[in-house]
């Protein structure tokens, strides 16, 4: 199946600090690009829609202020957490709807401990 | 935000024995359901998928049953194996979204040997 690319895979980053995380389709090129948050022994929830080339539609609730999304190439999409916060802690994973627009595709994800 | 002591539904089962995972979705307008299984620090693996316009499909050593009327999906998985404990998901897609997933709450599958 396709990969899915994340990194850095653990990150740990003082308070106020902005952390980037970086999520690449390796050997297929994704349009769209999905950003999911996790906390502990929760379900995975939808952060954002990332489109390559325009602006990510962000969840209700989700504020895209800080949670800058960039989808400048069909292969890459970050994630910013800006002025990071601990509450802000979290697994964050992303995943890349592969060109028949049915499977989505899940990077390793990213464990933010802020501090 | 984090809830504290919140507990994810936990499946204890014995080695060999048949697994059934249980998930109940909302929307009738999804058509396509998939099960992914996660393990500890990990993203989600996919296992296997479902179209609305189906109700049983199997893959190797497991099967998923969709169950319109009561909008239910389940895993069903054979000869459960130590390897196969993880935390389980199912996850819906509504028609005519962009292919944002909605992920059900999940289930701990425990394997004893």
């Known amino acids: 199946g396709a990969v899915v690319s994340q990194h850095p895979s653990w990150v740990i980053c003082k308070s106020g600090t902005s952390v980037k995380i970086e999520c690449r389709s390796l050997?297929?090129?994704?349009?769209?690009m999905f950003w999911y948050r996790q906390f502990p022994k929760q379900s995975l929830m939808l952060m954002a829609t990332?489109?390559?080339?325009?602006?990510?539609?962000?969840e209700q609730g989700v504020e895209k202020d800080k949670f800058l999304i960039n989808h400048a190439s069909l292969t890459l999409s970050t994630l910013t957490v800006t002025s990071a916060h601990p509450e802000d802690s979290s697994f964050y994973i992303c995943?890349?709807?592969?060109?028949?627009?049915?499977?989505?595709?899940f990077g390793q994800g990213t464990r933010l401990t802020v501090v | 935000g984090e809830s504290v002591g919140l507990h994810l539904p936990t499946l204890s089962v014995q080695e060999g024995d048949n697994s059934i995972i249980n998930c109940a979705y909302s929307?009738?307008?999804?058509?396509?359901f998939i099960w992914y299984k996660q393990e500890s620090g990990k993203g989600p693996q996919f296992i296997i998928d479902?179209?609305?316009?189906?109700d049983k499909r199997q893959g190797q050593r497991v099967t998923v049953l969709l169950n319109k009327t009561v909008k239910h999906l389940s895993l069903q998985i054979a000869a459960t194996q130590p390897g196969d404990s993880a935390v389980y998901f199912c996850?819906?897609?509504?028609?005519?979204?962009?292919?944002?997933?909605?992920f059900g709450k999940g289930t701990k599958l425990s394997v004893k040997p």
């Open positions: 996850a819906e897609k509504t028609r005519g979204s962009q292919g944002n997933l909605i």
């Open positions: 050997d297929f090129q994704a349009t769209t």
């Open positions: 479902i179209r609305s316009n189906m």
């Open positions: 929307n009738s307008a999804s058509d396509y």
């Open positions: 990332s489109n390559e080339g325009s602006k990510a539609t962000y």
């Open positions: 995943s890349a709807l592969g060109t028949l627009d049915t499977e989505a595709f």
